[in-house]
């Protein structure tokens, strides 16, 4: 490869880069359960938020739902403690499905879906606000302040990885109340890890090994406790 060649490759990934962090994609979080009986449209609509640009909906399965005679198979503890770490910021007095949540700043019932629309145009609108985040050659990320940011009051803010299956996932319910129907699920996560935390300084993370093949791997940088989310990167190949 020639000077110049590799001059024009280095300058085209400088860019897509820089584009990553300028339009940084807004993260919808969807609460749900194969137990939920209302939960159907909601599924349905969050299938379409994952073929949207400039959206990354994020399908996370609670387990609060089991006793009713269904282990939901996607559901982690780990998932319905951040559903009530939002709620407890929100001020809501439990959890409840469906909801979704748009970059950890509102929420709504997953069957308001003009609710959830407003949300995600308002996060659109919003300006870019947080670190940038940077895949390194090794499979580890850096989290640093851009110069634009230096000014933000320093505090720690948590950094999370997501890994999740953007596939459509389909499950036949054999009791419960959703008895004998198949509930189908896109971009469920399977895989939630609190890297650390970022106060400001660069830092950089290690990416623990996916537990399957086949996953997308998204980098959040959030507000501590179930704050906003200030950035997000899908990170590239296969860490």
């Known amino acids: 490869m020639t000077w110049a060649l590799r001059a024009s490759v280095f300058a085209v990934a400088c860019l897509a880069a820089a584009s990553a962090f300028a339009r940084p994609p807004v993260v919808v979080e969807v609460y749900t359960a194969q137990g939920c009986v209302s939960c159907d449209a909601s599924n349905a609509f969050a299938a379409g938020l994952a073929d949207r640009a400039g959206v990354t909906a994020l399908t996370f399965n609670v387990d609060y739902w089991d006793y009713l005679g269904w282990k939901d198979t996607f559901a982690r503890p780990e998932f319905a403690d951040r559903q009530r ?8 007095q439990d959890v409840y499905t469906p909801q979704i949540i748009v970059e ?13 629309e407003a949300l995600i145009r308002a996060a659109k609108r919003a300006a870019a606000r947080g670190p940038e985040i940077t895949p390194r050659a090794d499979g580890t990320i850096a989290v640093e302040d851009a110069d634009r940011f230096h000014d933000r009051p320093r505090r720690a803010d948590d950094v999370w990885l997501v890994r999740y299956d953007p596939r459509v996932q389909s499950v036949q319910v054999k009791d419960g109340d959703n008895r004998g129907q198949t509930v189908s699920h896109r971009n469920v996560v399977r895989q ?7 106060s400001g300084r660069r830092r950089v993370f290690h990416l623990p090994a996916a537990p399957e093949d086949g996953l997308t791997s998204l980098i959040l940088v959030q507000g501590e406790g179930g704050g906003r989310i200030l950035a997000a990167l899908k990170a590239p190949g296969k860490p």
């Open 85 to 92: 770490a939002y709620d407890k910021r929100f001020g809501l």
């Open 104 to 116: 950890g700043e509102g929420q709504a019932s997953g069957d308001k879906q003009g609710d959830v």
């Open 192 to 198: 939630l890890v609190r890297l650390g935390a970022w």
